[in-house]
């Protein structure tokens, strides 16, 4: 799933739960709940291009959180822990080890279960454009009590 997928979801979660804790612990579980649908993914063949597009979809993601949002710390930290397994994933690269090898296990393999089965390109692309649509008008409806 991109980022900006994450993001929101992360942000969302931070507005309607107004325990801190809990808020920051549904967000980090968040990501593996949009993991398990179908999703297209960055291709990294070109590195320089994959770091450009992982940049403008984090920006992306963060700027629809400020114009969104209250903007509260709190909807930024959930929003950033979100996307913590995926960091955690580009570490193991970097750091092999148990842990790693075993978190890329969980995370590559179980989590991303649906990556290995054939399905279409649009159902993967319309999956991550559903969900981006979801919570952005949770967001909105957040923020403006519709």
């Known amino acids: 799933m991109i980022l900006l997928a994450h993001l929101l979801f992360g942000a969302t979660i931070a507005s309607y739960i107004k325990n801190s804790i809990l808020a920051v612990v549904l967000a980090f579980f968040s990501h593996y709940l949009l993991d398990f649908l179908p999703h297209a993914e960055y291709s990294i063949s070109n ?3 994959a770091i450009f597009k992982i940049a403008v979809d984090f920006c992306l993601g963060i700027l629809l959180i400020y114009i ?3 903007n509260l710390f709190i909807i930024y930290v959930c929003a950033f822990v979100a996307i913590i397994p995926d960091g ?3 570490l193991s690269r970097f750091l092999p ?3 790693f090898s ?3 296990n969980l995370h590559s393999k179980k ?5 290995y089965k054939k399905i279409p390109i649009f159902w993967r692309i319309f999956s991550q454009v559903l ?3 979801i919570f952005l008008i949770l967001l909105i409806q957040q923020l403006y009590g519709f």
């Open 47 to 49: 590195k320089k291009t």
């Open 68 to 70: 969104l949002s209250d």
């Open 88 to 90: 955690l994933t580009v």
């Open 97 to 99: 080890n148990k842990f």
């Open 102 to 104: 075993w978190y890329n």
């Open 111 to 115: 989590i991303h279960f649906l990556k």
């Open 131 to 133: 969900v981006v649509a």
